[in-house]
């Protein structure tokens, strides 16, 4: 119990993610896999080895990778993507002059790239003269596993289970003897992905949309109120956030227009 507290409070100071005495089994399990890829025999040893390092090194990453969830398919949530598809791609369609449209995407907590692709797949098929538009999506991960995953582009059955088949021949190339499907670079031209914490402020410019979803729930209300505050300064007036339906976020949004119990708008 006395080692659990320990990693809760590192893992708390590093990321703001609670880790209750209830996820016991759970996070030692997790973390036996860094013991044996180390070699470090106990949990004390590994903490005392982890906390000893500059927060560059990898084995950082790989704790963190370990610590995270990344379980995510594209489509997740399909009621969201209809009013993706259906509301929000025509109103910024009809918001902005004519010439080269703008559109910035923040898949925020991305895990393996599958919401941000999602998001290029309904897009590509919204607008097929992509060269009037100007579309970035960025989607952005504690874990730098799943951001390198994320850039291969590449996602197998169980991810493209919702896809349509007509967007999987349209969009995606099957790779040969594998159940594997790649991104073609109409959508890959639209992506990029890097490592970021989201206790930190990200370092861009604003977006039309920004997706949080299924990371709120593991963290508290102070450190949901420091993300929250992260994101909603990189929303564009009129602008869009999209969180998960269980978040717990609503006494935290006294300054967005809520329209649905995932969906508010910056006034």
Not at 32 to 41: P, S
Not at 168 to 184: H, I, M, Q
């Amino acid at each position: 119990d006395e080692e659990l507290r320990r990693y809760a409070d590192l893992i708390y100071c590093r990321t703001g993610i609670k880790i209750s005495p209830q996820k016991k089994t759970l996070l030692s399990n997790r973390l036996g896999r860094r013991l044996r890829e180390t070699g470090i025999a106990t949990f004390e040893e590994y903490y005392r080895y982890l906390t000893g390092l500059p927060n560059s090194h990898p084995e950082w990453d790989a704790f963190l990778q370990e610590i995270t969830t990344h379980e995510t398919f594209l489509f997740r949530d399909e009621g969201q993507w209809r009013w993706f598809k259906n509301q929000f791609l025509p109103s910024v369609a009809a918001s902005q002059p004519e010439g080269i449209k703008q559109l910035r995407i923040w898949s925020a907590a991305c895990s393996t790239g599958d919401e941000a692709f999602t998001a290029a797949l309904c897009i590509a098929a919204a607008f097929p003269d992509l060269s009037r538009w100007r579309v970035q999506i960025l989607g952005t991960d504690i874990g730098i596993g799943a951001v390198q995953q994320a850039r291969t582009a590449t996602f197998g059955e169980r991810a493209m289970r919702l896809v349509p088949e007509e967007y999987k021949s349209r969009y995606f190339d099957k790779l040969p003897n594998a159940e594997v499907w790649r991104a073609k670079p109409k959508l890959t031209a639209m992506t990029t992905f890097r490592q970021h914490n989201l206790m930190e402020p990200l370092r861009e410019r604003p977006f039309h949309l920004v997706f949080l979803k299924n990371v709120l729930i593991y963290f508290d209300p102070p450190s949901k109120r420091v993300v929250l505050n992260h994101v909603k300064s990189l929303i564009l007036p009129n602008g869009y956030l999209v969180v998960g339906a269980a978040e717990g976020v609503g006494d935290l949004m006294s300054d967005m227009t809520r329209i649905q119990p995932w969906l508010y708008q910056r006034p």
